[in-house]
Antibody, heavy 114, light 106 residues
Framework: AVQLVESGGGLVQPKESLKISCAAS????????MYWVRQAPGKGLEWVAR??????????YYADSVKGRFTISRDDSKSMVYLQMDNLKTEDTAMYYC?????WGQGVMVTVSS | DIQMTQSPSFLSASVGDRVTINCKAS??????LNWYQQKLGEAPKRLIY???NLQTGIPSRFSGSGSGTDYTLTISSLQPEDFATYFC????????FGAGTKLELK
């Protein structure tokens, strides 16, 4: 069965950095584009970032709200996808989900507060 | 950027009812439209992909239709486990979710 397990969330102060991770299993990870989607408390879903596969040069795409601050990356040898979040803002507070759009992890909470 | 307008925001219905949820895109999204169900405290679950393709394991009472800018999720006969929040997602040009429809028991 497909499993996506996020880790690395927590409480940080504004302007700080945090890197969250997602461990994938149960499918051919290297063939799958991967995404991060977030959900602020009590709010809807917001797509954050996408990374394509090696044949597509690991191309990356970002929502305007995080462009220049967040970096998505992947390690196919470990079936891992990452989201490096820099210069965090209070409005980045959310549950962050790792997804291949069909399957989703359970999410990791990131709280940005002073 | 493509905007998605989802309606209604709230929907009260009874077990056995037929319900429809709509999403309207700000431009043609070429049927690149998915539907997700989310229950409180859980991750979203994909129900339908590319307008009308049922995800494996999803009951056949769920169906999707549409083209161009207008798309619909239909639940033919509501079951108790269907009371949840539903989101659409366009993936024709980057990704935009609808704001959600909370389906509640009348």
């Amino acid at each position: 069965a497909v499993q996506l397990v996020e880790s690395g969330g927590g409480l940080v102060q504004p302007k700080e950095s945090l890197k969250i991770s997602c461990a994938a299993s149960g499918f051919t990870f290297s063939n799958a584009a991967m995404y991060w989607v977030r959900q602020a408390p009590g709010k809807g879903l917001e797509w954050v970032a996408r990374i394509r596969t090696k044949p597509n040069n690991y191309a990356t795409y970002y929502a305007d709200s995080v462009k220049g601050r967040f970096t998505i990356s992947r390690d196919d040898s470990k079936s891992m996808v990452y989201l490096q979040m820099d210069n965090l803002k209070t409005e980045d507070t959310a549950m962050y989900y790792c997804t291949a759009m069909g399957d989703w992890g359970q999410g990791v909470m990131v709280t940005v507060s002073s | 950027d493509i905007q998605m307008t989802q309606s209604p925001s709230f929907l009260s219905a009874s077990v056995g009812d037929r319900v429809t949820i709509n999403c309207k895109a700000s431009q043609n999204i070429n049927k690149y439209l998915n539907w997700y169900q989310q229950k409180l405290g859980e991750a979203p679950k994909r129900l339908i992909y590319n307008t009308n393709n049922l995800q494996t394991g999803i009951p056949s009472r769920f169906s999707g239709s549409g083209s161009g800018t207008d798309y619909t999720l239909t639940i033919s006969s509501l079951q108790p486990e269907d009371f949840a929040t539903y989101f659409c997602l366009q993936h024709n040009s980057l990704y935009t979710f609808g704001a959600g429809t909370k389906l509640e028991l009348k």
